[in-house]
């Protein structure tokens, strides 16, 4: 065990002195951890300098790409990831400080992942317990019944070790479908949703030519004022936007792949679906995030069991028990979903060697759940275990989603089908 699970740490709510941060930087830096680790050395320092010359909310990915490797303005951080894979193993090597020759130091030093501003924590040993030992009593009990007692007592603390020894060796490991994102140093690519949307034309908003916009007529924006309030600065126009926005489920489902491959020390790359290139997804495995109806990179193809193309789930494979069609269902008085639809898909990529993974509900509730199922540990067990042992890695699998108040509620897995290759 570590000492860092050994002991709490708080965040310092005070401004650290440079003459006590500055002896313990310099210990971090000449430690074996870094003393001999080059780029990574000189990448810790870059921030540490900033932090120290009080520019720390300066630190971003564009001035340590220049400072640590010299990159020139024309870096582009899609297209090269050193910024990011350097970070995470600073990370990971300030860890290991702080655990082994940094043990005993009273100040923690952390970059959080997704930023390069450092934080620093305070070690605080555990609280002892605040009950006091209890006072030794004659004892008025025959030995006999000592002896019943503490035969009680040890058979029920082997009973609780034995069922705490059993609970993690059945702990699942990672499912066998996502070995092909967590090998290698490439970064995984989340490709996000861009539904077709269109928004308000605001008077404030920069001259756009009018052939562009679609005009409202009075009776559509007099029930808009009813239901959003009247607002002059809203003009009788929409106006198409085709990359500003994505589903708020597509969104918490991004929250979390982010803490999944966080959690297995992995870097993550994000891009719209309308900016991403063709280059991009042949060079990671991708997780495509969103229908064919919002995600353009999503494939609308016959030879897919499981299709969502028509804004509803067509099973073009029926086994036993299974539908044809799978629908949304909608609360008739508060319209409001009450069960959604969602497909997993674990397909070749787009270059060969690739994996690519698409998350795609009916709604973007669907999509939430999707991203929540495959990355719960037990859950994509249960789907690992109900894949052929000797089947391809590639599947669908369709999954139902009983909504509330635009949550998704509970998520049951409904089938499985392996994925049939050309």
């Not at 508060?334 to 690519?356: C, E, H, K, L, N």
Request: hydrophobic content about 40%.
């Amino acid at each position: 065990m570590s000492r860092l699970s050994e002991t709490e740490s708080i965040e310092l709510n005070r401004t650290i002195p440079v003459e006590e941060l500055r002896p313990l930087l310099d210990r971090i830096l000449s430690s074996r951890h870094f003393a001999s680790a080059g780029r990574k050395k000189k990448f810790l320092s870059v921030i540490a300098d900033y932090y120290l010359n009080g520019c720390a909310d300066q630190l971003n990915e564009f001035c340590l790409a220049s400072e640590v490797f010299g990159f020139d303005k024309d870096y582009d951080p899609a297209a090269n990831a050193s910024v990011r894979v350097c970070a995470h193993d600073v990370r990971k090597r300030l860890r290991e400080y702080f655990e082994q020759e940094g043990a005993e130091e009273r100040l923690l030093m952390q970059i959080p992942p997704g930023a390069y501003k450092p934080i620093f924590l305070e070690r605080v040993a555990s609280p002892p317990s605040a009950l006091p030992p209890p006072k030794p009593q004659a004892s008025t009990h025959r030995p006999w019944l000592i002896g019943a007692i503490l035969l009680i007592v040890l058979v029920a603390l082997g009973s609780v070790l034995y069922s705490q020894r059993s609970a993690v060796a059945s702990a699942p490991v990672p499912s066998a479908f996502w070995t092909p994102f967590s090998k290698g140093q490439d970064a995984v690519l989340v490709v996000m949703s861009n539904p077709p949307l269109f928004q308000f034309l605001w008077n404030s908003d920069p001259v756009r030519s009018r052939q562009d916009l679609i005009p409202l007529g009075k009776d559509a924006m007099a029930a808009i004022d009813r239901q959003l309030g009247a607002n002059s600065n809203r003009t009788p126009y929409l106006v198409f936007s085709p990359e500003d926005y994505t589903g708020m489920g597509d969104a918490m489902g991004l929250m979390h792949l982010t803490r999944f491959f966080a959690r297995a020390g992995k870097e993550m790359l994000v891009k719209q679906s309308k900016t991403a290139g063709t280059e991009d997804l042949k060079a990671h495995n991708v997780v495509l995030v969103g229908g064919p109806l919002s995600n353009e990179w999503v494939p609308r193809s016959e030879s897919l069991d499981f299709d969502l193309g028509g804004n509803y789930v067509v099973n073009r494979n029926p086994g036993p028990g299974e539908q044809k069609e799978y629908r949304l269902t909608i609360d008739p008085v508060s319209g409001q979903p009450m069960t959604d639809w969602a497909v997993i898909t674990v397909a070749p990529g787009f270059a060969p060697g690739r994996v690519v993974m698409v998350l795609a509900g009916i709604r973007s509730e669907g999509t939430q759940a999707a991203a929540e199922f495959i990355t719960d540990p037990w859950h994509s067990d249960l789907l690992q275990r109900k894949l052929q042992p000797n089947s391809s890695s590639f599947f669908q699998a369709l999954l139902r989603v009983d909504v509330k108040k635009w949550q998704p509620a509970t998520v049951s897995l409904v089938s499985v089908h392996p994925l049939k290759l050309q």
